[in-house]
């Protein structure tokens, strides 16, 4: 069974960084896209950052671009997003993702092209 678990959200000031981690496992993580969603209040959840099975391609939601830098560490299983300048409208439930299929060529925004899904982790960034 595929789990995913997220850590390192928290409270910080604008302009302040962090790092989320997001730990896989029951397959073999290195095959598989791995994806950041967020969702705010009242908000749609939004994709914000993917990277290729292989490592060596990203994708970046316009709004994060230059400052969250997304990478993985297959030996270990798990992915990373380091926040940098953090904004208030950054403040979200930041969810990891990851899709059924293996060794995808294409890396897909859309959350339905995403089938395992962690339980989250808040990020509150005060002005």
């Known amino acids: 069974q595929v789990q995913l678990v997220e850590s390192g959200g928290g409270l910080v000031q604008a302009g302040g960084s962090l790092r989320l981690s997001c730990a896989a496992s029951?397959?073999?993580?290195?095959?598989?896209?791995m994806a950041w969603f967020r969702q705010a209040p009242g908000k749609e959840r939004e994709f914000v950052a993917a990277?290729?099975?292989?490592?060596?391609?990203?994708d970046y939601v316009d709004s994060v671009k230059g400052r969250f830098t997304m990478s993985r560490d297959n030996a270990k299983n798990t992915v990373y997003l380091e926040l940098n300048s953090l904004k208030p409208e950054d403040t979200a439930v930041y969810y990891c993702?990851?899709?059924?299929?293996?060794?995808?060529?294409?890396?897909?925004?859309?959350?339905?092209?995403?089938?395992?899904w962690g339980q989250g982790t808040q990020v509150t960034v005060s002005s």
């Open positions: 990277i290729s099975w292989s490592g060596g391609s990203t």
């Open positions: 993702a990851t899709t059924r299929t293996p060794r995808g060529t294409v890396i897909l925004r859309n959350k339905h092209a995403y089938y395992y």
């Open positions: 029951g397959r073999t993580f290195s095959s598989y896209t």
